[in-house]
C-alpha cells in the first residue's frame, strides 16, 4: 500500500502544480504596440515562467477596460489605451497596475495622420470641414477632435472605425483621412493606397513637444490578481520583461511575431515603425510628469468625471 500510495502522489503531483497555475487571461488590441506581449507567447517566455496566458483578442481598448473590471481579464498588453485604463481607474479605484508602457513620438512612430496617397493635403489643418475616421472608444475620439481642433482643421467631422477598416475606407472614399496606429499606416503605404500626413501627432499637438514621450498604451496587470496570486504576477511581469528585452535587442526578428496578431504578416513585417517600451522601474520624473498632462487632457475634457493621478497607478514590486 505504501508503494502504490507513493505511486499515486507521484502522479498527482503535476496535476497539483497545474491546477495551482491561475490562467493569466491578458486582453491585447491589434496594434504593434503589443509586440512584446505578442513575442513572449510565441518565444515561451510564459510557458518557461510556468504560465498559462490566455491572450484575448479585443477590437477596441474600452472591451479590454470591460473585461478588467467584469473580472473576464487579468490585465492589458501593450497598446491598451491608457486613457480607457483611466476610465476603469476611476469606476473602480485601484483596479489595476501599469507594469510597461510604450511611449511614442515623431521618432518611435505609433500614432499618425493618414491621407489618401494623391490627396493634396499637406498637414493636418488641411483635413478642416473633412471626414476623419479614428478607431473606436473615447480615447481615439477625445484624441482625434482634440488634435484637430489645435491644428486648424475647422469643421472636421470625426467617425469611429475598426482600426482594420481605416485603409479599405480611406481607398473607397468613405473617409478623407484618419487617426489611427501603426500598422495600419504601413499597411497602407505599402498597398500604395495611403500616405502618411503627420507622425507623433500627439506628441506635438497634445504634449507640445514632437519628442516628448506619449504613454497611449499600457500593460497591466490588476490589483485582484496581483494580490491573490503575488508569486505568478512576479513571473509574469519577469516575463515579459523578456519580451521587451527581446524587441529592443533584436527588433528585426522579433517583428516576425505581429503576424496572427495585427493585420500584418510575413514581408510587410520588416516595414512597421516600432514604439519604445519603458517598465514601471525605468520611470524617470519628467516621464510621469508627461503622462500626467495626457490624462490630464481627459479631465479638461470631462472625459474623466475627476482627475486621475498617474503615480499611483505604477506598479511598485
Not at 505511486?7 to 491589434?30: F, S
Not at 490566455?54 to 473580472?71: D, K
Not at 475606407?169 to 497602407?188: F, K, N
Given at each position: 500500500m505504501t508503494g502504490a500510495a507513493a505511486?499515486?502522489?507521484?502522479?498527482?503531483?503535476?496535476?497539483?502544480?497545474?491546477?495551482?497555475?491561475?490562467?493569466?487571461?491578458?486582453?491585447?488590441?491589434?496594434?504593434a504596440a503589443g509586440l512584446p506581449f505578442f513575442a513572449a507567447i510565441e518565444?515561451?517566455?510564459?510557458?518557461?515562467?510556468g504560465l498559462d496566458v490566455?491572450?484575448?483578442?479585443?477590437?477596441?481598448?474600452?472591451?479590454?477596460?470591460?473585461?478588467?473590471?467584469?473580472?473576464r481579464g487579468d490585465g492589458s498588453a501593450n497598446g491598451v489605451g491608457t486613457a480607457n485604463l483611466g476610465i476603469g481607474a476611476i469606476a473602480q479605484p485601484g483596479l489595476f497596475k501599469i507594469f510597461c508602457t510604450n511611449p511614442s513620438n515623431v521618432k518611435n512612430v505609433l500614432e499618425e495622420f493618414l491621407v489618401p496617397k494623391a490627396s493634396t493635403v499637406s498637414s493636418a489643418a488641411g483635413l478642416a470641414g473633412k471626414k476623419v475616421a479614428c478607431g473606436p472608444g473615447i480615447q481615439n475620439v477625445t484624441l482625434a477632435r482634440t488634435m484637430l481642433e489645435r491644428a486648424g482643421a475647422k469643421g472636421a467631422n470625426v467617425i469611429e472605425l475598426p482600426i482594420a477598416q481605416h485603409v479599405a475606407?480611406?481607398?473607397?472614399?468613405?473617409?478623407?483621412?484618419?487617426?489611427?496606429?501603426?500598422?495600419?499606416?504601413?499597411?497602407?503605404r505599402l498597398n500604395g493606397t495611403t500616405r502618411t500626413l503627420e507622425a507623433g501627432v500627439v506628441s506635438h499637438y497634445i504634449l507640445g513637444d514632437p519628442m516628448a514621450p506619449w504613454h497611449g498604451g499600457a500593460a497591466t496587470l490588476t490589483s485582484d490578481f496581483i494580490r491573490k496570486n503575488p508569486a505568478a504576477a512576479t513571473r509574469f511581469i519577469a516575463a515579459y520583461r523578456r519580451g521587451v528585452t527581446f524587441v529592443r535587442e533584436q527588433p528585426d526578428d522579433a517583428r516576425q511575431y505581429l503576424k496572427g496578431y495585427t493585420a500584418i504578416e510575413g514581408p510587410l513585417t520588416r516595414e512597421v515603425p516600432l514604439a519604445a517600451y519603458m517598465m514601471y522601474d525605468e520611470f524617470k520624473p519628467s516621464d510621469a510628469d508627461y503622462f500626467q498632462k495626457f490624462y490630464d487632457l481627459f479631465t479638461d475634457r470631462k472625459v474623466f468625471s475627476q482627475k486621475v493621478d498617474v503615480r499611483p497607478l505604477l506598479y511598485r514590486a
Open positions: 505511486a499515486l502522489g507521484t502522479l498527482a503531483a503535476p496535476w497539483v502544480h497545474a491546477q495551482g497555475t491561475p490562467k493569466v487571461r491578458i486582453g491585447y488590441w491589434p496594434v518565444k515561451g517566455y510564459f510557458k518557461e515562467a490566455a491572450p484575448l483578442r479585443f477590437a477596441g481598448a474600452q472591451q479590454v477596460m470591460e473585461a478588467m473590471l467584469s473580472g475606407a480611406i481607398a473607397a472614399g468613405q473617409v478623407d483621412g484618419c487617426y489611427t496606429l501603426e500598422p495600419t499606416g504601413t499597411v497602407g
